[in-house]
């Protein structure tokens, strides 16, 4: 059996990315692309008003919208940026189930053709990219938190346009560099603006450019003279200030004014220039009330056995699936309609088993590997959206693994694209995997819409019933 290689014919893939011919009409990559992008929408879309209004969290975020276009917004636990996107659809489609839930399904759909962006962008390799976004569309959160008036998706998505945008920043020079690099520290900021874990993908570039000086500073022969890595090390100190740190924090910041301007919190608001004393105080007025909005006895218990929400998992369990959130249930004339907030199974194991190869890889070959764009990109984009969540002390659920997943599903399409490229049983083990994971996703479809199902066939798909197998439950 040939042995896989994660990182074949390095020097040709990124260490020279400015030197490759690649086809600017890469009919391939289109058509693969739109093809992706026409059925995640037509899935989102599907009977999208076929749930009753309220699910899960559908009772804060639309409710939250409406109060912005009554001029009347509530203070609560998130920034608004996601709020003002929800109210958009409200406008265009009315104060219903539709237009409660169609911005987070034109984002949702949009993830998978970001992944895209970002690997292709990443490698110029037609099928890793494409398997990313497969994986991307094949998972059951991702459709579940996109078919419903949720946040998490609007994270996701600005977080990965930033590192597309990032990217090609990279890859050129002057005026088009600069505005490119602005549009990246722009969306860093949005993504913080849906919800504080947005940071994460801040703290990938930042561990990044971290991880890359080291190398130049203490094995300088290990870095090549073109390609990502050595033009990182070319931005200069005050171009990351001002791009990835003074952008995102103005961008921020400014989300706020609408916000405070309809509920100031009882601070009597000002003009000229007393406003921007107004305005920073009642910023900070509001984020102290975030801080509560987390910290208090609703969120926190100092008994783990008995958690504040039957649906609170420990971080250390999301990357195997092991406690799903169920957002709905209805049993009528003995069928069950259920929306279960799980990720497709076997997407999920042989993703984290992909990062732990990686993972591997990279310590035992060491810095061949680890100075590799493809496995440091995907390795340090897994841990800062992943690790610090192992720290949170408060009640946390399986959707907060969302950014992190998106990192593991690329590292498996990364393994698999390379088992695609060998001959014999490792190719073929390649398209067993692609076509398992479509498989499953077909199979799990029906609990992720809200399908209608016999008994039996509900629990064909909860394949771990409480106190079965120690620390999973699906029910």
């Known amino acids: 059996m040939q042995k896989i290689e994660l990182d074949h014919d390095l020097d040709h893939s990124l ?5 490759q011919t690649r086809s600017p009409r890469d009919l391939y990559l289109i058509l693969g692309s739109l093809s992706i992008f026409t059925i995640a929408l037509s899935l989102r879309l599907w009977h999208l008003d076929q749930i009753p209004y309220p699910v899960f969290d559908e009772v804060y975020f639309p409710k939250y919208a409406e109060e912005y276009l009554a ?23 009315g104060h219903n189930a539709i237009g409660y839930r169609i911005a987070s399904a034109l984002f949702g759909a949009l993830v998978p053709i970001l992944a895209i962006g970002v690997a292709y962008r990443l490698t110029y390799q037609r099928n890793f990219a494409l398997l990313s976004g497969l994986f991307l569309f094949s998972d059951g959160l991702f459709l579940v938190e996109s078919r419903l008036g949720l946040i998490n998706i609007f994270l996701v998505a600005f977080g990965l346009t930033s590192q597309i945008f990032l990217l090609a920043g990279l890859q050129h020079q002057g005026k088009l560099r600069t505005f490119l690099f602005s549009c990246a520290g722009l969306m860093l900021g949005a993504s913080a603006s849906v919800k504080w874990n947005g940071l994460g993908f801040s703290l990938w570039l930042f561990l990044s450019v971290l991880f890359i000086w080291a190398i130049a500073k203490f094995f300088p022969k290990q870095l090549p003279r073109s390609g990502i890595l050595a033009a990182i090390t070319k931005i200069r100190w005050w171009q990351y200030l001002l791009y990835f740190v003074i952008v995102p924090i103005a961008f921020y910041l400014l989300q706020w004014i609408p916000l405070l301007m309809l509920n100031s919190g009882g601070i009597p608001q000002e003009t000229g220039l007393n406003a921007i004393h107004w305005f920073w105080q009642a910023l900070i007025r509001v984020h102290q009330h975030i801080i509560w909005w987390h910290s208090g006895s609703n969120v926190i218990t100092i008994d783990p056995a008995h958690p504040p929400h039957p649906y609170c998992s420990a971080a250390i369990s999301w990357a195997v699936s092991a406690r799903p959130v169920a957002y709905y249930f209805q049993n009528r004339d003995g069928l069950f309609s259920v929306i279960q907030a799980i990720g497709n199974p076997i997407l999920w194991w042989l993703s984290t088993l992909a990062v732990v190869i990686i993972t591997l ?14 496995s440091s990109y995907l390795l340090l984009g897994y841990f800062a959206n992943y690790a610090p969540w192992l720290l949170v002390k408060r009640c946390l659920f399986i959707y907060h693994y969302m950014s992190a997943a998106v ?12 088992m695609l490229n060998r001959q014999g049983l490792i190719r073929y083990l390649g398209y067993a995997i692609i076509a398992i994971i479509l498989l499953t996703q077909i199979f799990f479809i029906p609990i992720w819409v809200g399908s209608p199902l016999l008994p039996s066939q509900f629990y064909e798909r909860i394949w771990f019933m409480p106190d079965k197998v120690f620390g999973f439950n699906w029910i």
Do not use: C, D
């Not at 009347?72 to 659809?89: F, Q, R, V």
């Not at 890889?361 to 493809?374: D, E």
């Not at 990192?407 to 390379?418: E, I, K, R």
């Open 15 to 19: 260490g020279n990315f400015s030197e």
């Open 71 to 93: 001029g009347s917004p509530t203070w609560e636990g998130h920034p608004p940026l996601a709020k003002y996107l929800i109210m958009l659809g409200i406008v265009l489609f």
């Open 361 to 374: 890889a990279s310590l035992v070959t060491r810095l061949r590997t680890i100075t590799s764009p493809k």
């Open 407 to 418: 990192f593991s599903f690329m590292a498996l399409a990364w393994l698999v694209s390379q």
